[in-house]
């Protein structure tokens, strides 16, 4: 079965059960082999989490109108996208480690520019090191493999979003 010809549904709903099942190795990563996320790592599930959303509202919804699966396909892609920008510093940052391990400025300096609300959606509870590389597989960082996936599902949101479908109207009868 390709699934470059599935139905707009079930295209949607592999992208959606993609994400969940990176999200959920996010999770097995940091709480059963110990490993702490830092701020990069939460911003890059939040972009996974938001792509998969997305697409999953467009499964359940399954507009019949091209317009509404390019916006869709358009949503996706963004969200991707951001995540592969996150992603793509993340590595770059790994790859070029600062001379003063960070990711940012100081929980304090950051309590005096901004709300405390701020300040949580920023950290949201990382204390891993940004340029620290905890993880490896087939000689790539666990940022690289996510830069991997976020342009692939960005391509795969453009792919849903953009291809031409055959009518699903019925023949009239007597035809």
């Not at 592999?14 to 999770?27: E, R, T």
């Not at 300096?109 to 901004?114: A, D």
């Not at 620290?132 to 996936?149: A, E, N, V």
Request: proline share 6%; charged share 10%.
């Amino acid at each position: 079965m390709n699934p470059f010809r599935w139905p707009f549904r079930a295209q949607c709903l592999l992208a959606a059960a993609v994400c969940a099942g990176l999200l959920g190795y996010a999770f097995y990563v940091q709480f059963e082999l110990g490993l702490e996320p830092c701020p990069f790592c939460i911003f890059q599930r939040l972009a996974f989490a938001a792509t998969g959303l997305i697409f999953l509202l467009a499964a359940l919804h399954g507009p019949r109108s091209p317009v509404m699966r390019k916006i869709y396909g358009m949503l996706a892609f963004l969200a991707a996208a951001i995540g592969a920008g996150y992603a793509a510093r993340h590595s770059w940052l790994q790859l070029f480690p600062p001379e003063i391990s960070t990711c940012g400025a100081s929980v304090d300096f950051m309590l005096e520019s901004q709300s405390w609300l701020g300040v949580a959606g920023k950290v949201l509870m990382a204390k891993g090191d940004c340029s620290t590389i905890d993880w490896q597989f087939l000689g790539l960082t666990m940022p690289m493999w996510c830069l991997i996936w976020f342009v692939a599902l960005a391509l795969w949101a453009l792919w849903v979003g953009f291809s031409k479908r055959k009518s699903n109207q019925l023949p009239a009868p007597g035809r």
